[in-house]
């Protein structure tokens, strides 16, 4: 049997079409543009795609976008006063600050610094609290697109045994509290996980955050799994051509996991690219219309479950 492939991208465009619909009831109705600001430093080839497509998508969900760029050699101070002056703007209702960030800047002060209603990403430590805590709050777009993929194919994650492969702040970490909160029980597992395999079988819902090409082989996966790659990894191969062109030579995009083989034996499967990417900037952009509905005394829109 082959596997049901999840298609985040279909999912994702359907997301953020009841978001523009939304965006376009706040203005006709407040006059209210949900807008976003987007930090990026430097020009870390992977940071710019998402951030061109970030851009995109904001603007086709009918939202403002206000891009600050500044060189790899900026510094903290400069980076602060910036954010100070977002968290002071009433059109911004959202800010993003692209991560990575070079050496010479504390990303988590970087982060700490950010109003926390207009923390999009979820990752202000009092977000972090709220959300671990079961309070209302803002929750990583990431995560959050993994649950809404996997909700698509099982009815209910009450009591199915899900394990998460990876305990970074951005994915594993807020998965395993949105795990929870749909009465899951979560195992997570990371590099120094003994016997990875064996703990990957026990999943009824696999998700991988790594970024390891294709580490996950299809005997580590239960007959009839649910398994979401969060992971974009390049390796070389038959597919794009590197930016600048002559760079690095031709590359292609593969998850976590082996997905000819994981097809072969899952339930259902999302595939990459197409799965968990389009869902983080949909849910990016859910995000800031619920922080602009929150900043403006409004109801938030009962979208995305
Ligand atoms: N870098 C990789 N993923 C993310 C994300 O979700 N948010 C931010 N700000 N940076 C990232």
Redesign the pocket.
């Known amino acids: 049997m082959s596997a049901r492939i999840i298609d985040g991208k279909a999912i994702a465009a359907e997301l953020r079409a009841k978001i523009a619909g939304e965006v376009a009831r706040l203005q006709a109705a407040h006059q209210l543009v949900p807008g976003i600001a987007v930090v990026q430093v430097g020009d870390n080839p992977a ?1 710019s795609v ?1 951030v061109r497509n970030k851009a995109k998508a904001v603007a086709e969900a009918g939202m403002r976008a206000f891009d600050h760029t500044f060189p790899e050699n900026v510094s903290e101070a400069e980076l602060l006063t910036l954010i100070g002056k977002l968290n002071g703007d009433a059109q911004v209702n959202g800010i ?4 990575p960030l070079p050496p010479q800047i504390d990303a988590q002060k970087v982060i700490a610094s950010i109003e926390p209603d207009k923390d999009v ?1 979820g990752f202000h430590p009092l977000n972090t609290g709220r959300h671990a805590s079961g309070l209302p709050g803002l929750v ?3 995560p959050l697109g993994c649950v809404m993929l996997a909700k698509t194919v099982l009815p209910s994650l009450s009591g199915l045994e899900a394990v998460v492969i990876g305990r970074s702040n ?1 994915v594993g970490k807020p998965l395993v509290q949105l795990l929870l909160a749909e009465d899951a029980t979560v195992t997570v597992a990371h590099s120094k996980t003994r016997d990875l395999p064996s703990v990957c079988r026990r999943a009824d819902l696999l998700i991988t955050a790594i970024g390891r090409p294709e580490m996950v082989r299809g005997d580590w996966i239960k007959p009839g799994a649910t398994v979401i790659d969060v992971g974009i990894n390049r390796v070389p191969g038959e597919g794009r051509e590197s930016r600048p062109a002559g760079g690095a030579g031709k590359y292609k995009i593969v998850g976590d996991v082996a997905f000819a083989e994981a097809e072969k034996i899952a339930g259902a499967l999302t595939p990459v690219p197409g799965g968990v990417g389009p869902m ?1 900037i949909a849910c990016l952009l859910l995000n800031t219309l619920r922080a602009a509905c929150a900043q403006n005394g409004l109801e938030a829109p009962q979208i995305g479950g």
């Open positions: 940071s998402y993003l600050v692209q991560l990403d990583p777009c990431t951005i983080t």
